[in-house]
């Protein structure tokens, strides 16, 4: 029904800025909750960034300051602009979308911040 592709993800050094996207089928985008996980080696998987169909944000207090999370709903498709990077930014990067009783995960995308 609903499927996410993510890109962006690759090697970054230290300092460096990286903008992950993430595309959806289907006509129920813009009715949507979206946001970017991550979950780094070792670690549980923790919320990046949300962003509601209305244009809420909200950040882990790790990124605030550095990562923007944005949608556009006539593309179908949510963005993570993420600079200043840090080694602990490294992770795998999941795309989400939820609207009602439907929970939809992208694939996962790798990012490593390199020093």
């Known amino acids: 029904q609903v499927q996410l592709v993510e890109s962006g993800g690759g090697l970054v050094q230290v300092g460096g800025s990286l903008r992950l996207s993430c595309a959806a089928s289907g006509s129920i985008f813009r009715l949507s909750v979206m946001g970017w996980y991550r979950q780094a080696p070792g670690k549980q998987r923790e919320l990046v960034a949300g962003?509601?169909?209305?244009?809420?944000?909200n950040y882990a207090e790790s990124v605030k300051g550095r990562f923007t999370i944005s949608r556009d709903n006539a593309k179908n498709t949510v963005y993570l602009q993420m600079n200043s990077l840090k080694p602990e930014d490294t992770a795998v990067y999941y795309c989400?979308?939820?609207?009602?009783?439907?929970?939809?995960w992208g694939q996962g995308t790798l990012v490593t911040v390199s020093s």
């Open positions: 962003i509601t169909s209305g244009g809420s944000r």
């Open positions: 989400n979308l939820h609207v009602g009783s439907l929970e939809v």
